[in-house]
Protein backbone atom coordinates (compact mmCIF):
# COMPACT_ATOMS: atom_id res chain seq x y z
CA UNK A 1 0.00 0.00 0.00
CA UNK A 2 1.56 2.98 -1.13
CA UNK A 3 0.52 6.74 -1.96
CA UNK A 4 -3.01 6.96 -3.62
CA UNK A 5 -4.28 6.67 -7.28
CA UNK A 6 -5.34 8.47 -9.19
CA UNK A 7 -9.06 8.22 -10.05
CA UNK A 8 -11.99 7.10 -8.25
CA UNK A 9 -15.57 8.05 -8.71
CA UNK A 10 -14.93 11.48 -6.49
CA UNK A 11 -10.88 12.32 -7.29
CA UNK A 12 -12.50 15.88 -8.36
CA UNK A 13 -14.46 15.83 -4.35
CA UNK A 14 -12.12 18.08 -2.02
CA UNK A 15 -13.31 17.68 1.63
CA UNK A 16 -12.33 19.53 5.11
CA UNK A 17 -13.10 17.33 7.71
CA UNK A 18 -13.31 18.64 11.10
CA UNK A 19 -14.75 15.52 12.76
CA UNK A 20 -13.69 13.16 15.35
CA UNK A 21 -14.89 9.50 16.75
CA UNK A 22 -16.62 7.77 14.21
CA UNK A 23 -19.67 9.27 12.95
CA UNK A 24 -17.94 11.89 10.94
CA UNK A 25 -14.99 10.25 10.09
CA UNK A 26 -17.07 7.01 8.85
CA UNK A 27 -18.63 9.65 6.30
CA UNK A 28 -15.49 10.95 5.15
CA UNK A 29 -13.98 7.53 4.84
CA UNK A 30 -17.04 6.36 2.33
CA UNK A 31 -16.41 9.34 0.08
CA UNK A 32 -12.26 9.15 0.68
CA UNK A 33 -12.27 5.17 -0.22
CA UNK A 34 -14.24 6.07 -3.85
CA UNK A 35 -11.10 8.73 -4.07
CA UNK A 36 -12.07 12.12 -2.32
CA UNK A 37 -9.62 13.87 -1.26
CA UNK A 38 -9.42 13.99 2.76
CA UNK A 39 -7.79 16.73 4.73
CA UNK A 40 -8.25 15.83 8.06
CA UNK A 41 -8.48 18.66 10.44
CA UNK A 42 -6.85 17.32 13.96
CA UNK A 43 -6.43 19.01 17.41
CA UNK A 44 -3.14 19.82 18.40
CA UNK A 45 -3.27 17.24 21.01
CA UNK A 46 -4.63 14.69 18.32
CA UNK A 47 -8.33 13.27 17.35
CA UNK A 48 -10.04 11.68 20.37
CA UNK A 49 -9.95 8.06 18.68
CA UNK A 50 -6.27 8.38 18.88
CA UNK A 51 -6.71 7.81 22.54
CA UNK A 52 -8.58 4.77 22.09
CA UNK A 53 -7.90 0.98 22.55
CA UNK A 54 -6.83 -1.69 21.41
CA UNK A 55 -2.93 -0.77 19.49
CA UNK A 56 -0.82 -3.50 18.68
CA UNK A 57 1.51 -5.00 22.12
CA UNK A 58 5.07 -3.13 20.31
CA UNK A 59 3.32 0.10 19.64
CA UNK A 60 4.46 1.25 23.16
CA UNK A 61 3.73 5.31 22.05
CA UNK A 62 0.34 4.54 21.08
CA UNK A 63 0.61 5.49 17.81
CA UNK A 64 -2.01 3.93 15.73
CA UNK A 65 -5.11 2.53 17.25
CA UNK A 66 -7.16 0.49 15.68
CA UNK A 67 -10.83 2.48 16.12
CA UNK A 68 -8.38 5.46 14.48
CA UNK A 69 -6.79 3.18 11.75
CA UNK A 70 -10.30 1.92 10.52
CA UNK A 71 -12.19 5.36 9.50
CA UNK A 72 -8.93 7.30 8.64
CA UNK A 73 -7.97 5.19 5.88
CA UNK A 74 -6.73 7.40 2.59
CA UNK A 75 -6.96 11.11 4.42
CA UNK A 76 -4.08 13.52 5.17
CA UNK A 77 -4.08 14.78 9.17
CA UNK A 78 -3.00 18.36 9.37
CA UNK A 79 -3.27 19.33 13.49
CA UNK A 80 -4.16 22.85 14.23
CA UNK A 81 -5.09 24.75 17.35
CA UNK A 82 -8.44 26.02 16.16
CA UNK A 83 -7.94 28.43 19.82
CA UNK A 84 -5.36 30.30 17.35
CA UNK A 85 -7.04 32.79 15.01
CA UNK A 86 -3.87 31.82 12.51
CA UNK A 87 -5.25 28.27 12.37
CA UNK A 88 -8.53 29.49 12.06
CA UNK A 89 -7.42 31.34 8.99
CA UNK A 90 -5.69 28.64 7.75
CA UNK A 91 -9.19 26.09 7.67
CA UNK A 92 -11.29 29.44 6.09
CA UNK A 93 -8.29 28.93 3.29
CA UNK A 94 -8.60 25.73 3.32
CA UNK A 95 -12.67 25.74 2.70
CA UNK A 96 -12.29 27.93 -0.22
CA UNK A 97 -11.10 26.05 -2.55
CA UNK A 98 -12.60 22.94 -1.42
CA UNK A 99 -16.13 21.47 -1.97
CA UNK A 100 -17.24 20.28 1.05
CA UNK A 101 -16.68 21.23 5.07
CA UNK A 102 -18.03 18.09 7.58
CA UNK A 103 -18.10 18.52 11.22
CA UNK A 104 -19.65 16.91 14.44
CA UNK A 105 -18.82 19.62 16.91
CA UNK A 106 -22.28 20.63 19.59
CA UNK A 107 -23.70 22.92 18.08
CA UNK A 108 -22.54 26.86 18.19
CA UNK A 109 -19.22 25.68 18.64
CA UNK A 110 -18.01 26.31 14.95
CA UNK A 111 -19.59 29.62 15.14
CA UNK A 112 -17.66 30.86 18.15
CA UNK A 113 -14.44 29.72 15.85
CA UNK A 114 -15.76 32.07 13.07
CA UNK A 115 -15.61 29.16 11.28
CA UNK A 116 -20.03 28.45 10.90
CA UNK A 117 -21.65 27.74 7.33
CA UNK A 118 -22.34 31.70 6.54
CA UNK A 119 -18.55 32.61 7.42
CA UNK A 120 -16.85 30.04 5.03
CA UNK A 121 -19.59 30.28 2.13
CA UNK A 122 -18.77 34.32 1.64
CA UNK A 123 -15.64 33.01 0.34
CA UNK A 124 -17.02 30.00 -1.84
CA UNK A 125 -20.83 30.39 -2.66
CA UNK A 126 -21.05 26.29 -3.88
CA UNK A 127 -19.68 25.38 -0.62
CA UNK A 128 -21.31 22.03 0.80
CA UNK A 129 -21.45 22.45 4.82
CA UNK A 130 -22.15 19.00 6.41
CA UNK A 131 -22.70 18.26 9.96
CA UNK A 132 -23.81 15.48 12.39
CA UNK A 133 -25.40 16.00 15.55
CA UNK A 134 -27.15 13.91 17.68
CA UNK A 135 -30.59 16.03 17.72
CA UNK A 136 -29.19 17.97 14.13
CA UNK A 137 -29.19 21.76 13.40
CA UNK A 138 -31.64 24.31 13.89
CA UNK A 139 -31.07 24.78 9.70
CA UNK A 140 -33.96 21.26 9.34
CA UNK A 141 -35.86 21.88 12.45
CA UNK A 142 -34.85 23.88 15.91
CA UNK A 143 -35.27 20.72 18.59
CA UNK A 144 -36.03 21.21 22.30
CA UNK A 145 -33.01 19.01 22.55
CA UNK A 146 -30.30 20.49 20.31
CA UNK A 147 -28.39 20.95 23.19
CA UNK A 148 -27.72 18.15 24.83
CA UNK A 149 -24.80 15.93 23.85
CA UNK A 150 -25.08 12.25 22.18
CA UNK A 151 -23.42 9.13 21.50
CA UNK A 152 -24.37 6.29 19.93
CA UNK A 153 -26.12 4.69 22.40
CA UNK A 154 -28.49 7.59 22.51
CA UNK A 155 -29.31 7.82 18.88
CA UNK A 156 -30.02 3.98 19.33
CA UNK A 157 -32.19 4.47 22.25
CA UNK A 158 -34.08 7.58 21.25
CA UNK A 159 -34.03 6.76 17.49
CA UNK A 160 -36.47 3.07 18.09
CA UNK A 161 -34.08 0.72 17.67
CA UNK A 162 -33.39 -0.31 21.30
CA UNK A 163 -37.27 -0.52 21.37
CA UNK A 164 -37.33 -3.17 18.88
CA UNK A 165 -34.08 -5.29 19.81
CA UNK A 166 -33.93 -7.89 22.55
CA UNK A 167 -34.79 -10.86 23.21
CA UNK A 168 -38.28 -10.69 24.94
CA UNK A 169 -40.12 -7.57 25.26
CA UNK A 170 -39.17 -6.10 28.58
CA UNK A 171 -35.90 -5.86 27.57
CA UNK A 172 -34.70 -3.64 24.93
CA UNK A 173 -31.24 -4.58 24.10
CA UNK A 174 -28.08 -2.17 22.27
CA UNK A 175 -27.53 -3.01 18.98
CA UNK A 176 -23.61 -4.38 18.91
CA UNK A 177 -22.01 -2.30 16.25
CA UNK A 178 -22.30 1.71 16.41
CA UNK A 179 -25.13 2.21 14.27
CA UNK A 180 -26.08 5.12 16.05
CA UNK A 181 -23.48 5.99 14.25
CA UNK A 182 -22.55 4.82 11.03
CA UNK A 183 -26.14 4.39 9.56
CA UNK A 184 -25.97 9.03 10.66
CA UNK A 185 -22.73 8.52 8.70
CA UNK A 186 -24.12 6.91 5.68
CA UNK A 187 -26.73 9.31 5.51
CA UNK A 188 -24.35 12.22 5.43
CA UNK A 189 -22.16 11.09 2.69
CA UNK A 190 -25.25 10.56 0.85
CA UNK A 191 -26.57 13.97 1.66
CA UNK A 192 -23.35 15.52 0.91
CA UNK A 193 -23.16 14.02 -2.79
CA UNK A 194 -26.39 14.77 -3.29
CA UNK A 195 -25.58 18.61 -2.15
CA UNK A 196 -22.23 18.52 -4.46
CA UNK A 197 -24.58 17.26 -7.34
CA UNK A 198 -27.00 20.10 -6.69
CA UNK A 199 -23.99 23.30 -6.38
CA UNK A 200 -22.41 21.92 -9.27
CA UNK A 201 -25.43 22.61 -11.36
CA UNK A 202 -26.27 25.70 -10.14
CA UNK A 203 -23.66 27.19 -8.62
CA UNK A 204 -24.97 27.50 -4.84
CA UNK A 205 -24.24 25.42 -2.38
CA UNK A 206 -25.71 24.23 1.18
CA UNK A 207 -26.12 23.07 4.49
CA UNK A 208 -26.54 19.26 5.28
CA UNK A 209 -28.23 18.56 8.40
CA UNK A 210 -27.94 15.61 10.16
CA UNK A 211 -29.42 14.32 13.47
CA UNK A 212 -28.21 10.68 14.62
CA UNK A 213 -32.04 10.53 16.30
CA UNK A 214 -33.31 11.23 12.37
CA UNK A 215 -30.97 8.79 10.91
CA UNK A 216 -31.63 5.79 13.29
CA UNK A 217 -35.36 5.98 13.26
CA UNK A 218 -35.02 6.11 9.19
CA UNK A 219 -33.95 2.76 9.00
CA UNK A 220 -36.85 1.45 12.19
CA UNK A 221 -39.39 3.06 9.52
CA UNK A 222 -42.04 0.07 10.03
CA UNK A 223 -42.26 0.57 13.68
CA UNK A 224 -44.10 4.58 12.71
CA UNK A 225 -46.54 3.17 10.24
CA UNK A 226 -47.09 0.34 12.19
CA UNK A 227 -48.76 2.61 14.80
CA UNK A 228 -49.94 5.01 12.28
CA UNK A 229 -52.20 2.26 10.84
CA UNK A 230 -52.82 -0.32 13.75
CA UNK A 231 -52.28 1.74 16.51
CA UNK A 232 -49.73 -1.52 17.41
CA UNK A 233 -46.44 -0.46 19.81
CA UNK A 234 -43.84 -2.76 18.34
CA UNK A 235 -41.25 -3.77 21.12
CA UNK A 236 -38.14 -6.53 21.20
CA UNK A 237 -38.80 -9.24 18.68
CA UNK A 238 -36.25 -11.56 19.82
CA UNK A 239 -34.13 -13.49 17.47
CA UNK A 240 -37.20 -14.30 15.01
CA UNK A 241 -39.83 -12.28 12.77
CA UNK A 242 -42.65 -10.89 14.03
CA UNK A 243 -44.89 -12.64 11.57
CA UNK A 244 -43.60 -15.06 9.25
CA UNK A 245 -41.60 -18.21 10.19
CA UNK A 246 -39.03 -19.75 10.36
CA UNK A 247 -37.46 -16.84 9.95
CA UNK A 248 -34.46 -16.23 12.45
CA UNK A 249 -31.91 -18.00 14.16
CA UNK A 250 -31.84 -21.23 15.34
CA UNK A 251 -29.49 -23.33 17.57
CA UNK A 252 -26.73 -25.95 15.90
CA UNK A 253 -24.87 -27.94 18.10
CA UNK A 254 -21.69 -25.70 18.06
CA UNK A 255 -22.78 -22.38 17.50
CA UNK A 256 -25.99 -21.04 15.49
CA UNK A 257 -27.48 -20.30 12.42
CA UNK A 258 -29.91 -17.81 10.57
CA UNK A 259 -32.83 -19.04 8.45
CA UNK A 260 -35.50 -17.08 6.26
CA UNK A 261 -37.76 -19.70 4.98
CA UNK A 262 -41.10 -18.30 5.67
CA UNK A 263 -42.49 -19.05 1.58
CA UNK A 264 -43.83 -21.91 1.22
CA UNK A 265 -41.52 -23.22 -1.53
CA UNK A 266 -38.54 -22.35 1.00
CA UNK A 267 -40.24 -24.27 3.62
CA UNK A 268 -40.24 -27.11 1.73
CA UNK A 269 -37.11 -27.36 0.28
CA UNK A 270 -36.33 -26.68 4.69
CA UNK A 271 -37.61 -29.63 5.53
CA UNK A 272 -36.65 -31.67 2.53
CA UNK A 273 -32.86 -30.62 3.09
CA UNK A 274 -33.43 -31.30 7.14
CA UNK A 275 -34.52 -35.31 6.42
CA UNK A 276 -38.16 -34.20 7.72
CA UNK A 277 -40.26 -34.02 4.80
CA UNK A 278 -43.09 -34.90 6.71
CA UNK A 279 -42.67 -31.36 8.75
CA UNK A 280 -44.15 -29.24 5.69
CA UNK A 281 -47.54 -31.37 6.17
CA UNK A 282 -48.29 -31.30 9.62
CA UNK A 283 -51.01 -29.76 10.32
CA UNK A 284 -51.21 -26.15 11.02
CA UNK A 285 -47.36 -25.96 9.14
CA UNK A 286 -48.45 -26.20 5.76
CA UNK A 287 -48.90 -22.51 4.58
CA UNK A 288 -47.54 -19.21 5.33
CA UNK A 289 -50.38 -17.84 6.34
CA UNK A 290 -50.44 -21.32 9.18
CA UNK A 291 -47.33 -21.06 10.47
CA UNK A 292 -47.45 -17.71 11.46
CA UNK A 293 -50.25 -18.53 13.58
CA UNK A 294 -48.44 -21.13 14.74
CA UNK A 295 -44.96 -19.49 15.24
CA UNK A 296 -43.47 -21.34 18.52
CA UNK A 297 -44.48 -24.82 17.27
CA UNK A 298 -42.56 -23.92 13.86
CA UNK A 299 -39.96 -23.15 15.29
CA UNK A 300 -39.49 -25.84 18.39
CA UNK A 301 -39.77 -28.04 15.49
CA UNK A 302 -36.97 -27.00 13.23
CA UNK A 303 -34.91 -25.83 16.49
CA UNK A 304 -34.83 -29.77 17.64
CA UNK A 305 -33.62 -30.49 14.43
CA UNK A 306 -30.91 -28.61 13.71
CA UNK A 307 -29.27 -28.63 17.39
CA UNK A 308 -28.33 -32.13 16.25
CA UNK A 309 -26.22 -30.54 13.59
CA UNK A 310 -22.87 -28.17 13.66
CA UNK A 311 -22.68 -25.55 11.45
CA UNK A 312 -20.56 -27.26 9.28
CA UNK A 313 -22.79 -29.47 8.40
CA UNK A 314 -25.91 -27.32 8.38
CA UNK A 315 -24.10 -25.71 5.88
CA UNK A 316 -23.77 -28.51 3.79
CA UNK A 317 -27.45 -29.24 3.73
CA UNK A 318 -28.47 -25.99 3.68
CA UNK A 319 -26.02 -23.65 1.92
CA UNK A 320 -27.74 -22.12 -1.94
CA UNK A 321 -31.08 -24.30 -1.44
CA UNK A 322 -32.86 -21.97 1.18
CA UNK A 323 -31.66 -18.38 2.71
CA UNK A 324 -29.16 -19.47 4.91
CA UNK A 325 -26.22 -18.69 6.67
CA UNK A 326 -24.22 -19.46 10.01
CA UNK A 327 -24.08 -16.24 12.63
CA UNK A 328 -19.90 -15.97 12.27
CA UNK A 329 -17.67 -14.78 15.16
CA UNK A 330 -14.71 -11.92 13.80
CA UNK A 331 -12.32 -14.89 13.92
CA UNK A 332 -14.67 -16.87 11.05
CA UNK A 333 -15.22 -14.03 9.11
CA UNK A 334 -11.19 -13.64 8.70
CA UNK A 335 -11.27 -17.23 7.33
CA UNK A 336 -14.44 -17.24 5.34
CA UNK A 337 -13.83 -16.95 1.94
CA UNK A 338 -16.22 -14.86 0.63
CA UNK A 339 -14.78 -12.09 2.21
CA UNK A 340 -11.61 -12.85 1.00
CA UNK A 341 -13.17 -12.90 -2.07
CA UNK A 342 -15.00 -9.63 -2.20
CA UNK A 343 -11.56 -7.85 -0.79
CA UNK A 344 -13.09 -7.60 2.68
CA UNK A 345 -10.07 -7.76 4.75
CA UNK A 346 -7.89 -5.25 3.68
CA UNK A 347 -4.56 -5.63 5.02
CA UNK A 348 -2.60 -1.24 6.15
CA UNK A 349 0.71 -0.60 7.03
CA UNK A 350 1.40 -0.32 10.56
CA UNK A 351 3.93 2.87 10.75
CA UNK A 352 7.07 1.33 12.55
CA UNK A 353 6.12 -2.28 12.80
CA UNK A 354 6.65 -5.19 9.81
CA UNK A 355 3.14 -7.01 10.30
CA UNK A 356 0.33 -4.65 8.70
CA UNK A 357 -3.25 -4.43 10.35
CA UNK A 358 -6.36 -5.66 8.71
CA UNK A 359 -9.30 -3.73 8.49
CA UNK A 360 -13.05 -4.02 6.68
CA UNK A 361 -12.48 -3.35 2.70
CA UNK A 362 -14.99 -1.14 0.66
CA UNK A 363 -18.29 -2.59 0.33
CA UNK A 364 -19.53 -0.79 -2.47
CA UNK A 365 -18.04 -2.00 -5.85
CA UNK A 366 -17.94 0.26 -8.86
CA UNK A 367 -17.08 -1.49 -11.97
CA UNK A 368 -15.74 1.19 -13.56
CA UNK A 369 -14.22 3.39 -11.08
CA UNK A 370 -13.94 0.94 -8.15
CA UNK A 371 -12.85 2.54 -4.31
CA UNK A 372 -10.34 0.97 -2.66
CA UNK A 373 -7.55 1.39 0.10
CA UNK A 374 -5.08 2.88 -1.39
CA UNK A 375 -2.99 4.98 1.94
CA UNK A 376 -2.95 4.04 5.71
CA UNK A 377 -4.56 6.15 8.10
CA UNK A 378 -2.41 9.21 8.94
CA UNK A 379 -0.05 9.65 11.94
CA UNK A 380 -1.54 12.68 14.31
CA UNK A 381 -0.59 16.06 12.10
CA UNK A 382 1.73 14.03 9.37
CA UNK A 383 0.80 16.09 6.48
CA UNK A 384 0.32 19.71 8.13
CA UNK A 385 3.66 21.15 6.26
CA UNK A 386 2.71 19.43 3.36
CA UNK A 387 -0.59 20.83 3.16
CA UNK A 388 0.54 24.01 4.16
CA UNK A 389 2.78 24.65 1.45
CA UNK A 390 -0.16 23.76 -1.08
CA UNK A 391 -1.41 27.03 0.17
CA UNK A 392 1.61 29.16 -0.71
CA UNK A 393 2.93 28.97 2.51
CA UNK A 394 6.96 28.98 2.71
CA UNK A 395 9.10 27.21 5.54
CA UNK A 396 9.96 29.71 7.44
CA UNK A 397 6.22 30.80 7.62
CA UNK A 398 5.44 26.92 8.84
CA UNK A 399 8.12 26.82 11.35
CA UNK A 400 6.87 30.10 12.57
CA UNK A 401 3.20 28.93 13.20
CA UNK A 402 4.72 25.76 14.42
CA UNK A 403 6.98 27.67 17.30
CA UNK A 404 3.53 29.76 18.13
CA UNK A 405 1.92 26.82 18.95
CA UNK A 406 -0.91 27.45 16.06
CA UNK A 407 0.17 23.89 14.38
CA UNK A 408 1.31 20.14 15.05
CA UNK A 409 3.91 18.52 12.87
CA UNK A 410 5.69 14.75 13.43
CA UNK A 411 9.24 15.12 14.28
CA UNK A 412 10.55 14.87 10.35
CA UNK A 413 9.23 17.82 9.13
CA UNK A 414 10.49 20.00 12.14
CA UNK A 415 14.00 18.60 11.22
CA UNK A 416 13.00 19.19 7.34
CA UNK A 417 11.66 22.93 8.16
CA UNK A 418 14.68 23.39 10.11
CA UNK A 419 17.31 22.64 7.31
CA UNK A 420 15.08 24.31 4.78
CA UNK A 421 15.15 27.44 6.83
CA UNK A 422 19.19 27.07 7.50
CA UNK A 423 19.47 26.32 4.04
CA UNK A 424 17.81 29.84 2.76
CA UNK A 425 19.35 31.29 5.93
CA UNK A 426 23.28 29.93 4.51
CA UNK A 427 22.12 30.92 1.08
CA UNK A 428 21.21 34.86 2.01
CA UNK A 429 24.64 35.03 3.55
CA UNK A 430 26.86 33.92 0.59
CA UNK A 431 24.83 35.65 -1.85
CA UNK A 432 25.07 38.93 0.98
CA UNK A 433 29.01 38.46 1.26
CA UNK A 434 29.40 38.69 -2.26
Known amino acids: MGEPRSGGALSDLKIVDLTQMLAGPFATMMLADHGAEVIKIESIEGELARHAQPCRPEDIEHVFPGYFVSVNRNKRSVALNLKSDASCEIVRKLAANADVVVENFRSGVMDRLGLSFDVLREDNPKLVYASIRGFGDTVGGSSPLQDWPAFDV ?225 RHGEHTAEVLRELGMDDGAIRDLAERGAIAMPPADWIQVAETKKASREALQKETAK
Open 154 to 378: VAQAMGGMMGITGPEENMPTKVGPGVGDTIPAMHCAFGILAAVHHARKTGRGQYVDISMLDSVLAVCERIIHQYSIQGYVAGPEGNHHPVGTPFGLFPASDGWIAIGAHKDDFWRRLCKALDVPELADREGFVTTAQRAVNKKAVQDAISEVTKKYSKAELTKRLGAIVPYGPVLNSAEIMEHPHFRARNMIVPIDYPGIDKPIETVGVPVKLSETPGGIHRRAP
